[in-house]
Every structure is written in structure tokens, then in C-alpha cells.
């Protein structure tokens, strides 16, 4: 059982920047790949960035190439999502997830591949 608890998220002006943390239970950790994803009030779940569990491989959105960075701490079993040049299409509620599979050579991007996820937390931009 992995449990996942996200925290960092807030209200921040368009222009901004916030950076995410998850905080994950477990001792595999470091054999999880890990992912961001993200809800908008009336829209579907999206995929926001991933990273390998071998730290080697990040993926990201279309929409935030660029300007997100995902990052992780396996001595903390932590993972990291740093969010620059906000815009107001980026509110949502964020959401961490964890992919046990590490026999995967690919970072998902369909959330049908992560088995456990966070509560979520609120980013709010304002324009």
C-alpha cells in the first residue's frame, strides 16, 4: 500500500510561480515512476508531467513544456513539481500519482497506468 499526500498548492497571482511536493509512504519508493496530474472544474483529468523511477526520464504535457519542472528525492521519498510563468488555464486540483510497475521503459501518460494517487491540491491562478 503507498500512500500519497500532496501540499505546496494556493492562490498565485498569472506570471507566478508555486512548487508542489508529494510526500509518499513505502520503502520501494525509489522503484515508483511518479506522475502529476491535474483537474479542472468541468473537465477531465489530465496528465501533467512524470518522472522514471530509474530518474532518468521526465515527460511533460504539451501545455506546460517549458515551463513546469518535475523532480524527485528518492532519500526523501519525495517528488517535486515546479510550476513557473502560471496561467490562469493552469488552475486546477493537483494531483500525484504512482506507477508501482518498474518494468516499464516509459513514462505514462494515462492515468489508467498509476495504481495509487493523492487527495490533491488546489492551485488557483488569478488573472
Known amino acids: 500500500q503507498v500512500q500519497l499526500v500532496e501540499s505546496g498548492g494556493g492562490l498565485v497571482q498569472a506570471g507566478g510561480s508555486l512548487t508542489l511536493s508529494c510526500a509518499a509512504s513505502?520503502?520501494?519508493?525509489?522503484?515508483?515512476?511518479m506522475g502529476w496530474f491535474r483537474q479542472a472544474p468541468g473537465k477531465e483529468r489530465e496528465f501533467v508531467a512524470g518522472?522514471?523511477?530509474?530518474?532518468?526520464?521526465?515527460r511533460y504535457a504539451d501545455s506546460v513544456k517549458g515551463r513546469f519542472t518535475i523532480s524527485r528525492d528518492n532519500a526523501k521519498n519525495a517528488v517535486y513539481l515546479q510550476m513557473n510563468s502560471l496561467i490562469f488555464e493552469d488552475t486546477a486540483l493537483y494531483y500525484c500519482?504512482?506507477?508501482?510497475?518498474?518494468?516499464?521503459?516509459?513514462?505514462?501518460?494515462?492515468?489508467?497506468?498509476?495504481?495509487?494517487w493523492g487527495q490533491g491540491t488546489q492551485v488557483t491562478v488569478s488573472s
Open positions: 500519482a504512482a506507477d508501482t510497475d518498474n518494468m516499464r521503459l516509459v513514462v505514462p501518460d494515462s492515468g489508467t497506468f498509476y495504481e495509487y
Open positions: 513505502g520503502r520501494a519508493f525509489s522503484q515508483y515512476t
Open positions: 518522472i522514471s523511477w530509474t530518474n532518468a526520464h521526465t
